[in-house]
């Protein structure tokens, strides 16, 4: 346990869904990060948090994706209108942003959309 | 463009064998580097990692690794494998320049022969 919790553990949703995941991060942790990993391949950057401010968002990040960090702590990541394509292991990890980028994950969020 | 590669998708080995995982990388800055282990449905777990300093560096569960700029690798090295070294392995590099977000290689799977 490396002290990153995600919420829910699995998702089964329907196409054309709406979805929310939630990452609770180490709580002195001040960077928060969305990674998504796809079957067979590594994690890929979606997004990160320095406290509250959403400071860069990958390409991969589609408008249908939206992140929040509101008070610095927790975070959602909402997806709508899911499709088929998004399924995948969705993963948060933390750090604290003046010690390296040391990462520490959580078990990921695995959705699946029929 | 930033990119790693981890040459080999998947590895057998017996147990007792030693094992070296490949990594290789591209980074315009000075890259710090890492290895995580993932097992099925679990989230990323820190092996070690490369800020600076001397090349060879020690990690959890009798894993290290060399940093050779010259070649542009970080080799995952084990003198003996377990049973339970059997999982997912990937490489990472980051910088604090780049938000300390990572870059992952594909993965490399290791399954290990009684």
């Known amino acids: 346990d490396t002290g990153v919790s995600q919420d829910p553990r699995h998702k089964i949703t329907k196409r054309g869904q709406n979805v929310t995941f939630r990452c609770d991060p180490i709580?002195?942790?001040?960077?928060l990060y969305w990674y998504r990993q796809t079957l067979g391949q590594g994690p890929e950057f979606l997004t990160y948090?320095?406290?509250?401010?959403?400071?860069?968002k990958s390409r991969l990040l589609s408008d249908r994706f939206s992140a929040e960090r509101p008070k610095g702590s927790f975070s959602t990541l909402e997806i709508q209108r899911t499709e088929q394509g998004d399924s995948a292991m969705y993963l948060c990890?933390?750090?604290?942003?003046?010690?390296?980028?040391?990462?520490?994950f959580g078990p990921g969020t695995r959705l699946t959309v029929l | 463009a930033q990119s790693v590669t981890q040459p080999d998708i998947h590895i057998t080995v017996s147990e007792g064998a030693s094992l070296e995982l490949r990594c290789n990388y591209s980074?315009?800055?000075?890259?710090?580097l890492f290895w995580y282990v993932q097992s099925p449905g679990q989230g990323l777990q820190l092996l070690l990692k490369?800020?600076?300093?001397?090349?060879l560096v020690q990690g959890i569960k009798g894993f290290e690794a060399e940093f050779k700029r010259s070649q542009s690798s970080f080799n995952l090295r084990k003198p003996s494998v377990h049973w339970s070294d059997a999982a997912e392995y990937f490489c990472?590099?980051?910088?604090?320049?780049?938000?300390?977000?990572?870059?992952f290689g594909q993965g490399t799977e290791l399954s290990v022969k009684p």
């Open positions: 980074y315009g800055a000075t890259p710090y």
């Open positions: 709580s002195e942790h001040n960077r």
């Open positions: 490369y800020f600076s300093g001397d090349t």
């Open positions: 990890a933390s750090s604290l942003g003046d010690r390296g980028p040391r990462q520490f």
């Open positions: 948090f320095q406290n509250e401010a959403q400071l860069e």
């Open positions: 990472a590099v980051g910088a604090d320049n780049q938000g300390g977000k990572l870059i």
